[in-house]
C-alpha cells in the first residue's frame, strides 16, 4: 500500500505536467485525488496497533534501502500532511483565477512536496528520511520562488534554500555518525546511544531540526517564505514542512535520550525562538508575516516540550503539533482569503472585516482563540498539558521551562489579540470586499470547525495522539487530553496567562514600532552576498586568462605529484651510461636546446632546434635504433624549414620577457625536468618483467616476413596503429593548407567578424 | 636504466616546458618539438638498455635493442613532427592577423574576472526591497 500511494502521487504529478496549464484550476483537483486516497488511509490507522512496513533494496552490500514504518506518529502526521494537504489543495482552485500561467507547474511541484512530506513521515531508514528531508527543501525553494520574476522572490527563495540544505549537510553528517554507532540506519532498531561521537551527533541533528523548524538563529528563511503564494504557506510553512523538524527532533529523542546535552540544546534553541518570534509577530503590520513568526515561537516551544523527554512533556508537545497544525493552517487561509477580496494583507488598511467577512471571521475567531489556548477549543487541552507539564518538572529545569511555556503563552495570546484586532476591527472607513469564492471558504470552514470538533471529541484525539506521544516516549502512555480540569494550578495559570495576553495584545494592537527589531535576513543576506563575491573574486583571481600562467602551474603540479617517485627509486638499477657516446650526445643534445632557448633570433632558434634533432639521432644511433635516427633527421630537416619558411615574416628578434616571470619559469621547469628523470628512474627501479623479446623476433621472421623486427611491428602487428596515423598526417596536411592559403581566407575573415558584430 | 638518457630526458623536458610557458607562438613550437624528443627518449629508456639495432639476420635477439618501444617511438616522432607542422601554421595565421605571434590573455576568462564588479552592483540593488518582514517601519 505505500508503494501503491507513493506511485499515485508521483502519477498525479506526471498527470499534472502533461495536462499543462490549458486544464486551468482542474490540476488541483488532480492533485486531491491521491492526497484525500492517502488521508483515508491513513486515518485508518490511527489509534491501531497495525503498523504497515515497506522495504525495497537500493544499494546491496551498503545496507542502503528504501525503509518504510508508518507507526502511530507516522500516522498522525500522514493524516496532517494529506488532510491539510487535500484542503490546500481545495482551497488553491479558489485562491488561483482560471487563466494563472504556471499554475500547472504550481500544482505539481505543490503534490511533489506533498509526496517528499509523507515520504519523510513513512521513512524508517535514516537515509530514506535524508532524502526525503531534502526533497522538501527543494520543492520549499520552488514553491517559494513561484512568482519567479520578482527579484525579492528570488532572494527570499534563494535564502530559504541555503539556509535548510545546510541544516540537511549537518543532518546527513550527524546521520554517518548516529549509523556508524548505533549499528544499523533503522529508526526503529536503534538503542540509544552514548559517547562523545553521539554528543557530536545530537549537535548536528538538533541543529537541521533547528533549520527547518525555523528556529532563531536559523529562522530568518521563515518569515522570506512569505513571499509564496498563501496555499503553500498554509501548507508548507506552517503545518507541514517546518514540522518536519519538530518530527525529527521526536524520532531522534529516544536515541539521544542518554546525550546530556541533547535537552538543554533544544530548550535553548526552543526556548529563544519562543521569546523572539512572538516580539517579531508583534511588530509585523502584514497579517501574514504575524502567522509567520507565530508559527517560529509555536514551533520553539514545540521543540522545548520534546527536548524536556518527561512523558508528559512529550504528550504535550504531540498534542500541540495535532492542534498547531489544523487552527494555523486555516489561520492562513484567512489571510489568504482576505488578501485575494480586498486586496490587502496589512492590519493598517484593513477594517470592519468582522462585518464584511462574517463565515471568515467566525473561523479566524475560532482558530485565533485556539491558538491563544482558549476553551472549547483544542489548543485549550494541549496547552494545559504544557503547562502541567511544567508543573511536572523539577529544579532548574522547571524554572526554565516554566518561563519559556508561561512568557511564550503569554506573548502568544497577546500577538493573537493584535492580528485579530488588527484584521477584523473596525479602523476607519470599511475596506471594500469581493465576492466570496466557495473553493476557498470550505476548507478553511472545514479546518476551523476542526478546531472545534477536536475539542467536544477530545477523548477520540486522547485516543490518537498518546499512541503517537508513546512511540516517542513510553511514559507518555499515561496521559490524556481534559476537556475541563477544574480550578487546579495549571488552569489558573492558563487563566491568568490569557488575561495578561488580552492586555498587553490590546495595549500594542495599534502601536507596534516600539518594540525591539530583532537580526534579520540582511545579515544572512549579505553573508550569501559576501562567499558570491569571494568566489567571483577567487575565480577572477585563479582563471585570470594568461595560457603561459596555466601551463606553469599545470607543470608544477604535476612535478609535485611525483614527490613519492623519489622513494621508489633504487639505485642499484641506475649506471652512467651505455656508451661514452651516449653520455657526450645527451650533453650535446641539452646544451644545444639551452641555447636554442636562450638564443634572442628566431633564425637561432630554429637551427638550435635542428642542432638538438641532430643530437638526438645520434642518441638513437647509440642506443640501437636506425630507424628512428633515420626519420628524425628526415623531421628534422623539414621541420627546420617550415620553421624558416613559416616564421620568415616575422620579427628577427623575440621579444623581451620579465626578469621575475623568468625566474618562475626556469625553477617550474627545472622542477619539471627532475620529476621526469624521478619518476623514470622510480619505474626502471620496479620492472614488472622482460621484453618479450623472442615472441617478437619469432612472429616478425615467421609472419611478418621481415628481419627489421621495429618495421615488421608497424606494418603487420600494429598495422591499423599505422594506419590512423597516415590519417593523421593527412588532416596535418589539409589544416595546415587552410591555414595558410593566404588572399582567400583573409579576405572572408573580415566579412566573417562583421556579421558576428551584427 | 642509463643516466646519461635520464638526463637527455630531463634536460629536454626542462628547456621545454620553460619554452611552452613563453607568450611568442614560435617558441611553444620549439617547446613542443623538445618535448617530442624528451618523451621518445623517455620511450627508448624505459624499453631496457641499448644493444645491437634490432634485424633478426644481422644480430642475436639477446644482444639486440628492444624493438617494441622503438616502433611506438617512430610514430610518436611522426605525430610529433605533424603537430609541430601545423603549430607553425597557426603562429603564420595568428603573424597575418596580427602581425606578430604572441599568446594573448583568453578574452573570456578575463570577462569573468571582471564579473566581481557587475555582481556586486547588483546584489546591493537586490538587498535593498526584499520581502523579508523587517523593514515595516522604513
Known amino acids: ?758 | 636504466m642509463s643516466v646519461a638518457l635520464l638526463f637527455a630526458v630531463s634536460g629536454l623536458t626542462s628547456v621545454g616546458i620553460y619554452l611552452i610557458t613563453a607568450r611568442s607562438l614560435s617558441r611553444i613550437v620549439l617547446g613542443f618539438s623538445l618535448l617530442g624528443h624528451a618523451a621518445v627518449l623517455a620511450l627508448l629508456a624505459a624499453g631496457g638498455p641499448a644493444g645491437d639495432a634490432p634485424l633478426a639476420d644481422h644480430a642475436s635477439i639477446e644482444s639486440s635493442a628492444n624493438p617494441l618501444p622503438q616502433a611506438l617511438s617512430l610514430t610518436a616522432i611522426v605525430i610529433s613532427f605533424g603537430l609541430t607542422l601545423f603549430l607553425l601554421a597557426l603562429a603564420r595565421r595568428q603573424h597575418v592577423l596580427t602581425g606578430d605571434d604572441l599568446v594573448e590573455d583568453d578574452i573570456e576568462d578575463q570577462r569573468i574576472a571582471h564579473l566581481e564588479e557587475v555582481e556586486l552592483g547588483s546584489e546591493h540593488d537586490l538587498s535593498d526591497k526584499e520581502l523579508d518582514g523587517e523593514d515595516a517601519d522604513s
Not at chain 1, 471594500?432 to 470552514?445: K, Y
Not at chain 1, 650526445?585 to 636554442?596: E, N, Q, R
Not at chain 1, 642506443?623 to 633515420?630: R, S, T
Open chain 1, 1 to 758: 500500500m505505500i508503494w501503491a500511494l507513493l506511485c499515485a502521487h508521483a502519477v498525479a504529478c506526471i498527470a499534472i505536467v502533461a495536462l499543462g496549464d490549458r486544464a486551468g484550476r482542474g490540476v488541483f483537483g488532480v492533485a486531491a485525488v491521491p492526497a484525500a486516497i492517502t488521508t483515508v488511509w491513513a486515518a485508518t490507522l490511527l489509534g491501531g496497533d497495525e503498523a504497515p512496513t515497506a522495504q525495497r533494496q537500493w544499494v546491496e552490500g551498503l545496507d542502503l534501502s528504501f525503509t518504510f514504518a508508518v507507526g502511530p506518529l507516522g500516522a498522525l502526521m500522514t493524516v496532517i500532511v494529506s488532510g491539510i494537504g487535500f484542503c490546500v489543495f481545495v482551497y488553491s482552485a479558489g485562491y488561483f483565477s482560471a487563466g494563472t500561467p504556471g499554475i500547472a507547474r504550481f500544482g505539481a511541484t505543490l503534490l511533489a512536496f506533498s509526496t517528499a512530506m509523507v515520504g519523510l513521515v513513512w521513512a524508517d531508514s535514516i537515509w530514506t528520511l535524508f532524502i526525503f528531508w531534502e526533497l522538501t527543501s527543494i520543492t520549499s525553494f520552488l514553491l517559494v520562488g513561484h512568482k519567479s520574476t520578482s527579484a525579492a522572490n528570488r532572494a527570499a527563495a534563494r535564502r530559504a534554500l541555503l539556509i535548510t540544505v545546510s541544516g540537511g549537510l549537518a543532518l546527513l553528517a550527524g546521520f554517518v555518525l548516529v549509523a556508524d554507532s548505533a549499528g544499523t540506519a533503522r529508526l526503529s532498531e536503534m538503542g540509544a546511544v552514548d559517547g562523545t561521537t553521539a554528543t557530536v551527533a545530537a549537535v548536528l541533528v538538533m541543529c537541521a531540526a533547528a533549520t527547518k523548524s525555523a528556529q532563531v538563529p536559523f529562522h530568518v528563511w521563515l518569515p522570506g517564505a512569505m513571499a509564496a503564494p498563501t496555499p503553500v504557506s498554509a501548507y508548507l510553512h506552517s503545518a507541514t514542512m517546518v514540522k518536519a523538524g519538530v518530527l525529527l527532533v521526536a524520532l531522534a529523542s529516544p536515541v539521544f535520550a542518554d546525550v546530556s546535552a541533547w535537552t538543554p540544546l533544544g530548550v535553548a534553541f526552543g526556548g529563544v525562538s519562543v521569546m523572539w518570534g512572538a516580539i517579531g509577530a508583534l511588530r509585523q503590520h502584514d497579517a501574514k508575516l504575524i502567522l509567520a513568526w507565530g508559527t517560529i515561537s509555536q514551533l520553539g516551544l514545540i521543540i522545548t516540550l520534546l527536548s524536556v523527554g518527561s512523558g508528559k512533556a512529550t504528550f504535550a508537545a504531540i498534542s500541540i503539533v495535532t492542534a498547531h497544525a489544523i487552527f494555523k493552517a486555516a489561520l492562513f487561509m484567512v489571510v489568504g482569503e482576505i488578501d485575494i477580496r480586498t486586496g490587502t494583507r496589512d492590519i493598517r488598511e484593513l477594517s470592519g472585516l468582522h462585518r464584511t467577512m462574517p463565515l471568515t471571521f467566525a473561523v479566524a475567531a475560532v482558530s485565533a482563540a485556539s491558538m491563544a489556548g482558549v476553551p472549547p477549543l483544542l489548543g485549550f487541552p494541549a496547552k494545559e498539558a504544557a503547562v502541567e507539564a511544567v508543573l511536572g518538572l523539577s529544579g532548574a529545569e522547571q524554572w526554565s521551562v516554566g518561563v519559556i511555556v508561561i512568557a511564550g503563552s503569554v506573548l502568544t495570546v497577546a500577538y493573537t489579540t493584535r492580528f485579530l484586532l488588527g484584521v477584523f476591527a473596525t479602523n476607519g472607513e470599511a475596506t471594500e470586499v469581493a465576492a466570496q469564492r466557495t473553493a476557498m471558504t470550505a476548507p478553511l470552514a472545514v479546518l476551523g470547525a476542526l478546531s472545534l470538533v477536536g475539542f467536544i471529541f477530545l477523548d477520540q484525539v486522547t485516543k490518537i495522539v498518546k499512541p503517537a506521544a508513546t512511540q516517542v516516549n513510553k511514559k507518555s502512555d499515561v496521559y490524556k487530553l481534559i476537556q475541563w480540569p477544574g480550578l487546579t494550578d495549571a488552569f489558573m495559570i492558563s487563566a491568568g496567562i490569557v488575561a495578561v495576553g488580552l492586555v498587553v495584545g490590546v495595549v500594542v494592537a495599534r502601536r507596534s514600532g516600539s518594540t525591539p527589531r530583532p537580526l534579520g535576513a540582511r545579515a544572512v543576506d549579505s553573508l550569501i552576498d559576501a562567499v558570491l563575491i569571494g568566489a567571483t573574486r577567487l575565480t577572477g583571481r585563479v582563471q585570470h586568462g594568461s595560457l603561459p600562467v596555466y601551463v606553469a602551474t599545470m607543470a608544477a603540479t604535476a612535478a609535485l605529484a611525483a614527490t613519492p617517485f623519489l622513494w621508489a627509486i633504487d639505485t642499484d638499477a641506475l649506471y652512467k651510461w651505455d656508451s661514452p657516446a651516449q653520455a657526450v650526445l645527451a650533453g650535446l643534445a641539452v646544451a644545444t636546446a639551452i641555447t636554442a632557448a636562450r638564443v634572442g633570433s628566431r633564425l637561432g632558434a630554429a637551427v638550435g632546434l635542428g642542432g638538438v634533432g641532430l643530437a638526438v639521432s645520434g642518441l638513437f644511433v647509440a642506443h640501437g635504433a636506425p630507424d628512428l635516427a633515420l626519420t628524425q633527421l628526415l623531421v628534422e630537416t623539414v621541420v627546420v624549414v617550415g620553421f624558416v619558411i613559416g616564421l620568415g615574416h616575422l620579427a628577427r628578434q623575440f621579444p623581451p620577457v620579465g626578469d621575475l616571470w623568468r625566474t618562475v619559469r626556469i625553477v617550474v621547469s627545472a622542477m619539471a625536468g627532475i620529476a621526469v628523470a624521478v619518476a623514470l628512474a622510480a619505474s626502471a627501479s620496479n620492472p614488472t618483467g622482460q621484453p618479450p623479446l623472442e615472441a617478437i623476433a619469432q612472429e616478425g621472421v615467421e609472419d611478418g616476413g621481415g628481419n627489421n623486427l621495429v618495421n615488421v611491428i608497424l606494418t603487420d602487428i600494429r598495422a591499423l596503429d599505422t594506419l590512423g596515423e597516415v590519417v593523421v598526417l593527412l588532416v596535418v596536411a589539409v589544416g595546415i593548407l587552410a591555414l595558410v592559403r593566404p588572399q582567400k581566407a583573409d579576405s572572408a575573415a573580415p566579412a566573417l567578424d562583421a556579421e558576428v558584430t551584427l
